[in-house]
Every structure is written in structure tokens, then in C-alpha cells.
């Protein structure tokens, strides 16, 4: 039972409940009890739970699927500070498992308008776009676009075994330095959820970058889709 302290409701029924998965009660990809069942568990009301079960979903702790159920999320295997620029290779080999790279296709194609304002040149032809799966221990977990100007590094190098970081720095003298980058969370995604065999209803984390040199030239732009049950990222952030 939930006892009243001066926190509302809600949250003392997303601790317990996080509580629980923690201790073992309620497992990875296990259905909770119905709301009716874990409302009278917990001794709270369907409308105090259900906006506590919106919240963990929200934190990407359970999943809810449409007259089906609640289950709790299996915990991410890879975590890394957003404010790191990190490679996904270096991201898989730190968590102790052998990435992989899925090259789906390697192209050379017209730059299109937004590529010019990406890369912030008004004279760019051509670039160099690469659809790649990277895995870790041979699994799917990361699905990556990737584009960078034509006249950095020839098509035919693009499909060896190093990270594109490692690829562009031994190819070229452009070291990437920083990133800028947009996060954005999306639902299931027709192609790329398939792909990345993801479950139904399963979300995704929509990393946007363009990566810099220290000089902020404009080097690579990138449109990673992570599983989000398999990445997590955080932030540190300090007062000012």
C-alpha cells in the first residue's frame, strides 16, 4: 500500500513501482497487473496510477500497448553522456561487446538543398550517403544515415571496417572535434523498427548531428535511430 507523505500521489506510486522492478517483483518484458489489480494493490485510484504509468512510459521504464497491457522495458545496455561525443563503435566496445557494421547501401549523390545549408556551402554538387546497421555481438541496434561532402573521402573507402570518425581522420586531415545535436524520440518506424527488430510499439531515439572540426567547419552529418530499450542517454548540467 501506498502510505501519504507530502508528495502527490503519483509519484510515490512511480517509486514503488520502480521499486519493485528494481527488486525483482516485476521482470524485463513482464506484464504489470491489470490497472484494477495494481490500483487496489497500491491503494490508490485508476486515474492516480494511469497518470504514473503515463510518466514511467514517458521515461521509457514500461511500454503500454493498446488492450493489451503494461510491461517493464528491459534496462538500456548502453549509457553514455550525451555532452560526450562518442562514436557508436566506441559506445558498443565500452559496454564489453564486438560492434559490427550492416552496410546497406554507399552512394554518391546530389546534394540537395538542405545538404548546402547543413554543410554550409552554396557551391556543394555532390555527396557521399551512407545507410549502414550497426550491431553489437551481432545484433541490430543502431540504424545510421550518414552524409559528408563528396570531395572529403572517395566512395570507395566508405566500406572499411573503422567508425567513419576513424575513417575520416585516417583519410583526411579533419579531425571532428564536437557535435551538435537534436534529440528527438518517434514512434514505430515502418522500415527502420523492422530492421532494427524492435517489438511493437517499441520507441526510438532520433539522434541529429552535424559534426565540426575545431575550426567549426562542417564535416559530417548524421541521422542515428537507436533502439531506445538498448541506449540511454543523460546530461550533465550545472547551475550558473
Known sequence: MIRSDNRHLYLQVIDRIKEDIKNGVYKEREKLPSEFELSKML??????????????????????????GTFVNPKPVFSSGIEQLKSVTNMITEAGMEPGTQYLS??????????????????????????????????????????MPDDFIPLEYVREKDSLFQLIEKHTNINISYAVTHIEPIGFHE????????????ALLLLRQMHYTNEDQPVLYSSNYFRADQFSFHVLRKRV
Open 191 to 202: 522500415k527502420i523498427s523492422t530492421i532494427l527488430k524492435c517489438e511493437p510499439e517499441q
Open 106 to 147: 554507399a552512394e554518391k549523390v546530389i546534394a540537395t538543398k538542405e545538404d548546402k545549408e547543413h554543410f554550409k556551402r552554396d557551391d556543394l554538387e555532390y555527396v557521399v550517403k551512407i545507410e549502414r546497421v550497426r550491431t553489437a555481438d551481432g545484433q541490430p541496434v543502431v540504424y545510421c544515415i550518414d552524409k
Open 43 to 68: 491503494g490508490v485510484s485508476r486515474a492516480t496510477l494511469r497518470e504514473a504509468l503515463r510518466l514511467l512510459e514517458e521515461e521509457n521504464v514500461v511500454t503500454r500497448r493498446h488492450g493489451v
